[in-house]
Protein backbone atom coordinates (compact mmCIF):
# COMPACT_ATOMS: atom_id res chain seq x y z
CA UNK A 1 0.00 0.00 0.00
CA UNK A 2 1.15 3.47 -0.77
CA UNK A 3 0.19 5.19 2.95
CA UNK A 4 3.25 2.86 4.28
CA UNK A 5 5.67 5.06 2.52
CA UNK A 6 4.14 7.83 1.57
CA UNK A 7 2.99 10.41 5.13
CA UNK A 8 0.62 12.54 2.52
CA UNK A 9 -1.25 9.02 2.04
CA UNK A 10 -1.64 8.01 5.67
CA UNK A 11 -2.40 11.11 6.83
CA UNK A 12 -5.52 10.43 3.96
CA UNK A 13 -6.55 7.33 5.04
CA UNK A 14 -6.16 9.00 8.77
CA UNK A 15 -9.06 11.86 7.15
CA UNK A 16 -11.24 8.85 6.30
CA UNK A 17 -11.58 8.11 9.47
CA UNK A 18 -11.03 11.37 11.72
CA UNK A 19 -15.05 11.96 11.92
CA UNK A 20 -15.85 8.16 13.02
CA UNK A 21 -13.63 8.77 15.95
CA UNK A 22 -15.03 11.57 16.59
CA UNK A 23 -18.26 10.22 16.53
CA UNK A 24 -17.27 7.46 18.70
CA UNK A 25 -15.61 9.60 20.78
CA UNK A 26 -18.66 12.11 21.73
CA UNK A 27 -20.77 9.15 22.25
CA UNK A 28 -18.96 7.42 24.78
CA UNK A 29 -17.65 10.59 26.53
CA UNK A 30 -19.52 9.68 30.05
CA UNK A 31 -18.20 5.81 29.32
CA UNK A 32 -14.11 7.04 28.94
CA UNK A 33 -12.03 8.92 31.41
CA UNK A 34 -10.48 11.10 28.35
CA UNK A 35 -11.96 11.60 24.98
CA UNK A 36 -8.67 13.61 23.94
CA UNK A 37 -6.10 10.40 24.92
CA UNK A 38 -8.84 7.89 23.39
CA UNK A 39 -9.08 9.74 20.05
CA UNK A 40 -4.96 10.15 20.13
CA UNK A 41 -4.69 6.61 20.60
CA UNK A 42 -7.14 5.96 17.39
CA UNK A 43 -4.73 7.88 15.37
CA UNK A 44 -2.13 5.95 16.61
CA UNK A 45 -3.66 2.64 16.07
CA UNK A 46 -4.91 3.67 12.33
CA UNK A 47 -1.14 4.32 11.98
CA UNK A 48 0.22 1.10 12.97
CA UNK A 49 -2.71 -1.14 11.34
CA UNK A 50 -1.61 0.74 7.99
CA UNK A 51 2.46 0.60 8.36
CA UNK A 52 2.01 -3.24 9.71
CA UNK A 53 -0.85 -4.28 6.99
CA UNK A 54 0.80 -6.54 4.23
CA UNK A 55 -0.93 -6.12 1.04
CA UNK A 56 0.37 -9.27 -0.29
CA UNK A 57 -1.82 -11.76 1.78
CA UNK A 58 -5.06 -10.06 0.53
CA UNK A 59 -7.59 -8.48 2.60
CA UNK A 60 -9.36 -5.03 3.88
CA UNK A 61 -7.49 -2.73 5.52
CA UNK A 62 -10.54 -0.92 6.46
CA UNK A 63 -11.61 -3.64 8.38
CA UNK A 64 -8.72 -4.73 10.08
CA UNK A 65 -8.94 -0.60 11.03
CA UNK A 66 -12.29 -0.98 12.37
CA UNK A 67 -11.88 -4.10 14.32
CA UNK A 68 -8.67 -2.00 15.94
CA UNK A 69 -10.89 1.28 16.54
CA UNK A 70 -13.15 -1.34 18.31
CA UNK A 71 -10.81 -2.58 20.36
CA UNK A 72 -9.44 0.97 21.68
CA UNK A 73 -12.96 1.60 22.37
CA UNK A 74 -13.49 -1.15 24.63
CA UNK A 75 -10.15 -0.84 26.27
CA UNK A 76 -10.81 2.34 27.55
CA UNK A 77 -14.13 1.36 28.72
CA UNK A 78 -12.61 -1.02 30.49
CA UNK A 79 -10.46 1.34 32.23
CA UNK A 80 -12.94 3.86 32.95
CA UNK A 81 -15.10 1.22 34.50
CA UNK A 82 -12.21 -0.37 36.49
CA UNK A 83 -11.27 3.59 37.75
CA UNK A 84 -15.13 3.72 38.75
CA UNK A 85 -14.86 0.99 40.88
CA UNK A 86 -11.90 1.98 42.94
CA UNK A 87 -14.28 4.84 44.47
CA UNK A 88 -16.87 2.37 45.91
CA UNK A 89 -18.35 4.08 49.52
CA UNK A 90 -17.80 1.42 51.41
CA UNK A 91 -19.64 1.63 54.88
CA UNK A 92 -21.34 5.51 55.56
CA UNK A 93 -18.66 7.81 56.41
CA UNK A 94 -15.68 5.48 54.66
CA UNK A 95 -14.88 5.13 50.84
CA UNK A 96 -12.12 2.69 49.29
CA UNK A 97 -9.55 4.76 47.30
CA UNK A 98 -7.95 3.72 43.62
CA UNK A 99 -5.12 2.00 45.96
CA UNK A 100 -7.09 0.05 48.39
CA UNK A 101 -6.93 1.99 51.11
CA UNK A 102 -9.72 3.24 53.63
CA UNK A 103 -10.50 6.89 53.40
CA UNK A 104 -12.83 8.78 56.14
CA UNK A 105 -15.52 11.15 54.09
CA UNK A 106 -18.06 13.36 56.20
CA UNK A 107 -21.45 13.14 53.76
CA UNK A 108 -22.73 16.48 53.29
CA UNK A 109 -25.91 17.28 54.44
CA UNK A 110 -27.98 19.09 51.92
CA UNK A 111 -31.57 19.31 54.21
CA UNK A 112 -30.17 20.43 57.06
CA UNK A 113 -30.65 24.50 55.55
CA UNK A 114 -33.76 23.87 53.78
CA UNK A 115 -36.39 25.88 55.85
CA UNK A 116 -33.67 28.44 56.00
CA UNK A 117 -33.22 28.47 52.55
CA UNK A 118 -37.32 28.29 52.00
CA UNK A 119 -37.69 31.33 54.01
CA UNK A 120 -34.74 33.49 52.27
CA UNK A 121 -36.96 32.78 49.15
CA UNK A 122 -40.13 33.86 50.36
CA UNK A 123 -38.42 37.23 51.60
CA UNK A 124 -36.59 37.83 48.28
CA UNK A 125 -39.17 37.25 46.66
CA UNK A 126 -41.17 39.55 48.44
CA UNK A 127 -38.62 42.49 48.12
CA UNK A 128 -38.89 41.45 44.42
CA UNK A 129 -42.54 42.00 44.26
CA UNK A 130 -42.42 45.10 46.72
CA UNK A 131 -39.97 47.50 44.49
CA UNK A 132 -41.58 45.81 40.98
CA UNK A 133 -44.98 47.56 42.47
CA UNK A 134 -42.83 50.61 42.91
CA UNK A 135 -42.62 50.98 39.30
CA UNK A 136 -45.92 50.82 38.93
CA UNK A 137 -46.26 49.77 35.03
CA UNK A 138 -43.91 53.29 34.79
CA UNK A 139 -41.41 52.99 31.69
CA UNK A 140 -39.05 55.29 33.47
CA UNK A 141 -38.90 53.66 36.73
CA UNK A 142 -38.68 50.12 35.23
CA UNK A 143 -35.76 51.56 33.07
CA UNK A 144 -34.36 53.01 37.18
CA UNK A 145 -34.85 49.17 38.68
CA UNK A 146 -32.93 47.44 35.16
CA UNK A 147 -30.11 49.72 35.60
CA UNK A 148 -29.81 49.70 39.50
CA UNK A 149 -29.89 45.69 38.72
CA UNK A 150 -27.14 46.04 36.59
CA UNK A 151 -24.91 47.90 38.88
CA UNK A 152 -25.51 51.64 37.79
CA UNK A 153 -25.58 53.60 40.82
CA UNK A 154 -24.94 57.05 39.73
CA UNK A 155 -27.92 59.31 39.46
CA UNK A 156 -25.96 61.39 36.72
CA UNK A 157 -25.08 58.06 34.63
CA UNK A 158 -28.75 56.51 35.03
CA UNK A 159 -30.39 59.76 34.43
CA UNK A 160 -28.21 60.30 30.85
CA UNK A 161 -29.42 56.76 30.35
CA UNK A 162 -32.78 57.76 30.24
CA UNK A 163 -32.68 60.70 28.06
CA UNK A 164 -30.87 58.58 25.94
CA UNK A 165 -33.58 55.90 25.96
CA UNK A 166 -36.71 57.18 26.65
CA UNK A 167 -35.77 61.21 25.13
CA UNK A 168 -36.45 64.24 27.51
CA UNK A 169 -33.72 66.59 29.52
CA UNK A 170 -31.44 64.84 31.51
CA UNK A 171 -31.80 67.34 34.43
CA UNK A 172 -35.87 65.65 34.89
CA UNK A 173 -34.54 62.33 34.55
CA UNK A 174 -32.04 63.36 37.63
CA UNK A 175 -34.76 64.80 39.65
CA UNK A 176 -36.93 61.99 38.74
CA UNK A 177 -34.42 59.26 39.71
CA UNK A 178 -33.38 61.03 42.69
CA UNK A 179 -37.44 60.98 43.97
CA UNK A 180 -37.66 56.96 43.30
CA UNK A 181 -34.82 56.40 45.09
CA UNK A 182 -36.30 58.49 48.38
CA UNK A 183 -39.40 56.22 47.64
CA UNK A 184 -38.11 52.81 47.26
CA UNK A 185 -35.96 53.29 49.97
CA UNK A 186 -38.57 54.80 52.66
CA UNK A 187 -40.55 51.39 50.97
CA UNK A 188 -37.59 48.92 51.36
CA UNK A 189 -37.19 50.16 55.01
CA UNK A 190 -40.33 49.68 56.18
CA UNK A 191 -40.01 45.92 54.58
CA UNK A 192 -37.08 45.48 56.84
Known sequence: MSAKTCEKSLWE???QY?????KM???NRNRISSQ???EQECFKQISLTVM???NSLGGNVGRFILRRLGRTLQKHRTRFLKRQRGVVI????ERVNEHGDKEEIEPIDVLANVEA???NNEHLQYVHESV???ASDDTRRLEVLNAWYQGYTSVSEISTLLAQRLGGEVESHRRAVTRFRTRCRKALDGLA
Open 25 to 27: SER
Open 90 to 93: GSMG
Open 132 to 134: TRL
Open 36 to 38: ESF
Open 117 to 119: DVL
Open 52 to 54: AFD
Open 13 to 15: VIS
Open 18 to 22: TDLIY
